[in-house]
């Protein structure tokens, strides 16, 4: 322990922290959803279904919120096409491209993937306690501003 710091809760190791929680959650939900019969399905076909799941319908605007490209959006929506999850249709207002919709077998699995994720946040409740996990959700939802950017040595002498 340094400055009161253990090596699990330094800050400096948050992204491994992150991705952890993030494997767990998903590795969770991969579980439930192939318990219930359902096909495996891949990680970016997940992140695509949660972002569906919150309301973001357009790909441009998922591979946005994923920091992903486009072209890997589109690759994982024709693959979920073809598993008979979603299709691409028409934006209702004909002026803003296609967006993503469930079909009656990926309503199915939403509802299912919904419920392992009650499931899930139910055993994070009682693991770590509803006040802790609600105030850690609270703090990571907060906005963390833009991506650092940062020069390197051969750019910063050349802006020089």
């Given at each position: 322990?340094?400055?009161?710091?253990?090596?699990?809760?330094?800050p400096s190791h948050l992204i491994v922290t992150l991705l952890q929680g993030f494997y767990w959650f998903d590795e969770g939900l991969?579980?439930?959803?192939?318990?219930?019969?359902?096909?495996?399905?891949?990680?970016?076909?997940?992140?695509?279904?949660?972002?569906?799941?919150?309301?973001?319908?357009?790909?441009?605007?998922?591979?946005?919120?994923?920091?992903?490209?486009?072209?890997?959006?589109?690759?994982?929506?024709?693959?979920?096409?073809?598993?008979?999850?979603?299709?691409?249709?028409?934006?209702?207002?004909?002026?803003?491209?296609?967006?993503?919709?469930?079909?009656?077998?990926?309503?199915?699995?939403?509802?299912?993937?919904?419920?392992?994720?009650?499931?899930?946040?139910?055993?994070?409740?009682?693991?770590?306690?509803?006040?802790?996990?609600?105030?850690?959700?609270?703090?990571?939802?907060?906005?963390?501003?833009?991506?650092?950017?940062?020069?390197?040595?051969a750019e910063a002498a050349t802006s020089e």
């Amino acid at each position: 322990m340094k400055n009161g710091v253990s090596e699990q809760t330094d800050p400096s190791h948050l992204i491994v922290t992150l991705l952890q929680g993030f494997y767990w959650f998903d590795e969770g939900l991969q579980s439930y959803v192939r318990a219930r019969g359902w096909p495996v399905i891949t990680r970016p076909q997940s992140m695509i279904m949660a972002s569906i799941e919150m309301g973001v319908r357009q790909p441009a605007a998922i591979a946005r919120q994923l920091g992903i490209s486009r072209q890997a959006i589109h690759t994982t929506l024709k693959s979920m096409i073809e598993l008979g999850v979603v299709e691409l249709v028409p934006h209702r207002d004909g002026k803003r491209g296609k967006v993503i919709v469930l079909t009656p077998d990926g309503e199915r699995m939403r509802k299912d993937a919904r419920a392992a994720m009650r499931l899930m946040t139910d055993v994070l409740k009682n693991r770590l306690g509803a006040a802790d996990l609600n105030r850690a959700a609270e703090i990571m939802s907060r906005d963390w501003g833009p991506p650092l950017s940062f020069e390197t040595e051969a750019e910063a002498a050349t802006s020089e």
